[in-house]
């Protein structure tokens, strides 16, 4: 073949738009340093008590397909959340859900409302579906402004998402604002609450997206194992809709995509929940920790109601985040905006602390 006759096979245009994935960094190892990775919102403790044995006890099975209707996972999802197994989707985490959904409720051009800085994952989405990213800037404080949102639906909008926690600046919505967001909304506009960090919310009046999903035909709540639980390396999360919504994302979704590795995990993470409740808790310990640590050193930094902190650098984001490789962390920088630091283990954060020295704080 002549290698030189450039190539007439072509992707769909949006696929040319499509903004790359920036995974937080590894840790660069440093003599006499435990170096820790607090770039990826990873949670810092091993798999809860009995995770790691039902997982093995699948591995051993890995010649076998996976059960394509997740029948275990979703009965164990039902009898925990008190919903019917019709209004469940699993999928590769709820990154996966959120292509799914994507991808089955929007034709190209299609807009979709999402507040900016928000999850780096959504414009990926949105160009991958060959929809439009409809940003609307978060305040000053890194919330999700839901009034500016409302206003920024059109009859071209079938998606509106809200993250909550917003990842990276670290503020939830709360219950009433939410719920009046969905009062405004036309029913015709599907609603995403990706409630990643649910787990971790400790603001008054706090979301309960179930609710909202049993008065509301067009919300969706998307979960994840992948934080609180810790299986992120297991690429599984969950979908709460009701069934016809459920039934769509089910009906796009790739097959045997969730490994009985990870429905295995996720089932006995469910049943080791006093575990995780203390995890958590020991998390949101540490991050008023940091927070209050920051504050008194003179930063303004937003609530935080997930696993991780924003720090709103401005210019100096990229030097801070090669200062806190030197010092044997990674962080999470989006150069000239901020940097996002995931609660890691104790002394992680105590260098972290040491590191926000005020001479980083934007002047
Ligand atoms: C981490 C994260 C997810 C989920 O990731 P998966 O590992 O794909 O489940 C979803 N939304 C937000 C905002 C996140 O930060």
């Known amino acids: 073949m002549d290698q030189t006759t450039p190539s007439t096979v072509r992707p769909r245009e949006n696929v040319g738009t499509i903004p790359a994935y920036v995974p937080g960094k590894p840790p660069v190892a440093r003599p ?28 051993e099975q890995m010649n076998r397909y996976p059960d394509m209707g997740c029948t275990a996972l979703y009965d164990a999802l039902a009898a925990r959340f008190g919903v019917p197994v019709e209004d469940l989707a699993a999928a590769t985490g709820s990154v996966a859900l959120i292509y799914q959904l994507l991808q089955a409720f929007c034709d190209p051009g299609d807009e979709v409302v999402y507040a900016w800085r928000s999850f780096e994952a959504y414009p990926i989405a949105v160009s991958a579906a060959a929809a439009t990213s409809v940003q609307v800037p978060v305040t000053g404080s890194g919330e999700h402004d839901l009034d500016a949102m409302a206003a920024a639906i059109t009859d071209r909008t079938r998606v509106a998402m809200v993250c909550t926690p917003n990842n990276p600046t670290g503020p939830a919505v709360s219950h009433t604002a939410l719920r009046a967001f ?36 067009n919300v969706v709540v998307t979960r994840t194992f992948s934080k609180a639980y810790g299986l992120a390396n297991l690429r599984v999360g969950y979908a709460v809709a009701q069934a016809p919504v459920a039934a769509a994302l089910r009906a796009v979704s790739l097959p045997f995509g969730v490994s009985g590795v990870a429905q295995a995990a996720a089932i006995a993470s469910l049943e080791a929940e006093d575990a995780l409740f203390e995890r958590v808790e020991a998390l949101v310990g540490e991050r008023t920790r940091v927070l209050e640590g920051l504050r008194s050193a003179g930063w303004e930094v937003p609530d935080a109601q997930g696993n991780f902190v924003w720090l709103p650098l401005g210019e100096a984001t990229l030097d801070f985040a090669a200062a806190a490789g030197e010092a044997g962390i990674t962080v999470r920088p989006f150069a000239g905006d901020g940097a996002r630091v995931s609660i890691g283990e104790p002394e992680a954060n105590d260098r972290l602390l040491q590191l926000a020295d005020p001479s980083f704080l934007p002047t």
């Not at 008590?49 to 699948?58: D, E, H, L, Q």
């Not at 029913?187 to 971790?200: G, I, T």
């Open 182 to 217: 969905l009062a405004e909304v036309p029913p015709r506009v599907l609603v995403v609450v990706d409630e990643a960090y649910v787990e971790f919310v400790r603001r008054p009046d706090p979301v309960d997206a179930l609710a909202l999903y049993r008065e509301f035909p």
């Open 32 to 59: 006499g340093l435990t170096a820790y990775k607090l770039s990826s919102n990873e949670n810092p403790y091993p798999p809860l008590p009995g995770v790691v044995a039902a997982a093995t006890s699948v591995v």
